[in-house]
């Protein structure tokens, strides 16, 4: 009876190991989607309202999500005025972001392009740079999607397998 109790606990722990690294890639499409909805709202506001980088940021903390901490720390940052250079500001806040170790080198490097790029140019070349950012994402994407339907089965195919095969082996 214990053996058996044991072989089910070490088959769904596996599991559950399985469907954890599932998780991550879906977290990984949500965060890329909630980014490219916030580009998009930028991208409205800057167009139509002509506001500033504050209040922008602060109407994007107010959605929640993954980065509404994130956005409300870049608000603050930009308030404080402290010498510290605004693509510093963004790379360090987005590093402590929640999800941040979910994302790929490639996704990073896309994020940091934008805090590079936001903000210093006139509307119009902005508005241009958006565009082109959000283009990538979405094509960033497209990719994950595809890739999270063939690794989440393999994922958890993997994990229950291995789960199977510890109890085997320890019998």
């Known amino acids: 009876m214990l053996k058996s109790l044991g072989i089910c606990?070490?088959?769904?722990?596996?599991?559950g190991l399985g469907w954890y690294a599932a998780e991550r890639y879906a977290i990984r499409i949500r965060m890329l989607c909630e980014f490219e909805q916030a580009?998009?709202?930028l991208y409205g506001e800057i167009e139509y309202s002509g506001s500033d980088m504050i209040e922008l940021f602060d109407k994007l903390a107010f959605r929640g999500g993954y980065f509404g901490t994130f956005w409300l720390q870049m608000s603050g940052n930009l308030r404080r005025h402290d010498?510290?250079?605004f693509l510093e500001h963004w790379k360090r806040e987005l590093q402590q972001t929640d999800g941040y170790h979910n994302l790929k080198e490639e996704d990073l490097e896309l994020l940091f392009g934008i805090g590079a790029n936001l903000g210093n140019m006139d509307r119009q070349t902005q508005l241009h740079t958006i565009q082109i950012f959000q283009e990538r994402l979405r094509g960033m994407i497209d990719?994950?999607?595809k890739e999270y339907k063939g690794r989440a089965k393999v994922s958890c195919v993997v994990g229950i397998t291995i789960g199977i095969f510890l109890s085997l082996l320890l019998m």
């Open 143 to 145: 990719v994950a999607r």
């Open 83 to 85: 010498g510290i250079g």
């Open 9 to 15: 606990l070490i088959v769904l722990g596996c599991s």
């Open 39 to 41: 580009l998009q709202f």
